[in-house]
């Protein structure tokens, strides 16, 4: 059973921090692109971060840019998500997503999904 388990969520500051982490399982880990996406209320889920595990690449939507930073430990089977200068419009539902074809930010390329985490940035 493939499981993609979003922990690290919570509250923050505006310019603070949060660590999101996706703890994999039930698959090969080192097959699959493991990327961040997040979804607004009413809106449809849009990339965040994604990384391409052959080579390390990475990709950061437009509105993270300098502020995100997606990194891999493959001992762990595991994602993180290193968010710095969280600004209120970052609250969202963040999840992690699986794919085997290709890393890029488009939701519909990724065939496995964690169940999200809330990242509230708030004062």
């Excluded at 699986?98 to 519909?108: C, G, K, Y």
Aim: proline residues 3%; aromatic residues 12%; hydrophobic residues 30%.
């Amino acid at each position: 059973q493939v499981q993609l388990v979003e922990s690290g969520g919570g509250l923050a500051q505006p310019g603070g921090s949060l660590r999101l982490s996706c703890a994999v399982s039930g698959l090969t880990f080192d097959d699959y692109h493991i990327s961040w996406f997040r979804q607004f209320p009413g809106k449809d889920r849009e990339g965040v971060s994604c990384m391409d595990r052959a080579d390390g690449t990475t990709y950061y939507g437009d509105s993270v840019k300098g502020r995100f930073t997606i990194s891999r430990d493959n001992a762990k089977k595991t994602v993180y998500l290193q968010m710095n200068s969280l600004k209120p419009e970052d609250t969202a539902v963040y999840y992690c997503a699986a794919s085997i074809t290709i890393a890029t930010l488009i939701p519909l390329d990724y065939n496995y999904w964690g169940q999200g985490t809330q990242v509230t940035v708030s004062s």
